[in-house]
């Protein structure tokens, strides 16, 4: 079988760059091991879709490079996106800094993205397992390009089987011109997530910054597991910070450990055996606040003074370590050390849930082997990387769906 562009990944990423590049009149084939396509999509922000970001910048994301995806996110904006989903009466609204959500269920996004390539004439195979790739060495790359402009259906045929690549898939072998790898990273297992794809960019020759969980819950060590498995399902506003990070988002105890946004902000920052720093309290000067209340309710207890900050729970359980009954009897060393406890509590993770619960992945193929403008490979004509299988990792927020869009059609651009 003849086309003139493989993608291999039915996600954000690929479903966009097929819908793309299928309107310039290519022949596209869509494959994806899933029986269906865009499933992170249709999971995504609680089953409503974090589709995008309205203040989504390059400083939204991490990379070895961090320039690299300005060029891709310059080129297809938010307003982009959301033109699109406007076209298909998609209702949407904005939760909290810019963060963009169907009103109704993911699942239109992923029916969108999948009309759009069929609109385009794409041809998509789910179920359909990638044996194996092959490059042919006995011919130049210039030769599906004097194939095409001969004109010949006969010429474009022999020199498609003889130049670009080959994929053999569990259906039959296919031979392409170019072929765009889409499939993500190993975060979500359970979702069909895999390494395939840093597979293939090895195979020729590009270099893979080391894949680790992103966006993912931190686990307690067996010393604070015990002692805070009584605050599991309480969530306040928190600041997190490492070194010179930080987020101020919605915190939530677990069973295990830290969750919600700001932990899950921290963690693509975070590595193992580092400290974070909780503010329980942000803007709250908890040590004149204490030394206030002192004075004027010299009886209150410690508990009973920090029920006006914290979740029952979170404030009996800090109350609890205090020798005191009464803010009277404490001194300023005293006040001190429990202001450190809102405003400053360090703690160090065990570790983090692993890729089995992480939103994406951090690291991936490397951009240096990657041209910024159109995602191919620079040691390896005919050959692009785009989405989360490139070392682009974004905020939570719909940040990482932009960049999936965006370096989709940039890489169409190329097509």
């Known amino acids: 079988m003849n086309v003139d562009i493989v993608i291999i990944g039915a996600g954000a990423a690929g479903m966009m760059c097929a819908a793309q590049a299928g309107t310039k009149g290519r022949r596209i084939l869509l494959i994806d091991h899933a029986d269906k396509p865009g499933e992170k999509i249709r999971i995504s922000g609680g089953g409503r879709c974090n589709f995008t970001n309205q203040f989504c910048t390059p400083k939204n994301f991490l990379s070895n490079n961090p320039h690299f995806c300005k060029s891709a996110l310059s080129r297809y904006s938010p307003q982009d996106f959301i033109d699109l989903v406007n076209r298909y009466n998609i209702a949407w609204h904005e939760k909290s800094k810019g963060q963009l959500f169907c009103d109704g269920k993911s699942q239109q996004i992923v029916d969108m993205l999948v009309n759009e390539a069929e609109k385009a004439g794409v041809q998509i195979w789910l179920g359909t397992d990638v044996l194996d790739i092959h490059c042919p060495q006995n011919s130049p790359k210039n030769r599906v390009d004097t194939c095409i402009e001969s004109g010949s259906e006969n010429h474009m045929a022999e020199g498609n089987a003889r130049s670009g690549f080959i994929v053999t898939t569990s259906r039959q072998s296919i ?59 309480v969530s306040l506003d928190c600041k997190v910070s490492h070194e010179a990070v930080d987020f101020e988002e919605a915190l939530l105890f677990t069973h ?160």
């Not at 840093?198 to 969980?213: D, R, S, T, W």
């Not at 995602?375 to 682009?392: H, Q, R, S, T």
Request: hydrophobic content about 40%; aromatic content about 8%; some cysteine.
């Open 175 to 233: 031979n392409c011109e170019k072929l765009v790898i889409a499939c993500g990273g190993p975060s979500i297992p359970k979702m069909g997530a895999t390494n395939f794809g840093y597979k293939i960019a090895a195979q020729f020759g590009l270099n893979i910054i080391e894949p680790v969980p992103a966006l993912v819950p931190l686990t307690f060590t067996d010393k604070l597991k015990e002692p805070l498995k009584s605050l599991a399902g």
């Open 256 to 415: 295990r450990g830290l969750s919600g946004p700001a932990v899950l902000q921290i963690s693509s920052y975070w590595s193992a055996g580092d400290m974070i720093t909780l503010d329980l309290a942000p803007r709250t000067p908890m040590f004149e606040r204490l030394k206030t209340a002192r004075e004027l309710s010299p009886r209150q207890s410690p508990q009973s003074f920090l029920s006006n900050y914290l979740p029952a729970r979170l404030a009996q359980m800090i109350a609890a370590g205090q020798k005191f009954d009464r803010l009277a009897d404490m001194s300023d060393k005293a006040l001190c050390n429990l202001a450190l406890m809102i405003n400053s509590w360090m703690v160090k993770p065990a570790g983090s849930e692993g890729f089995r619960t992480a939103e994406v992945t951090k690291g991936g193929v490397d951009t240096q082997a990657l041209s910024s403008k159109t995602m191919e490979a620079k040691a390896a004509p005919g050959l692009y990387f785009i989405g989360e299988v490139v070392d682009v990792t974004g905020h939570l927020g719909g940040h990482n769906f932009q960049w999936a869009w965006a370096s989709g059609v940039a890489c169409a651009q190329d097509l």
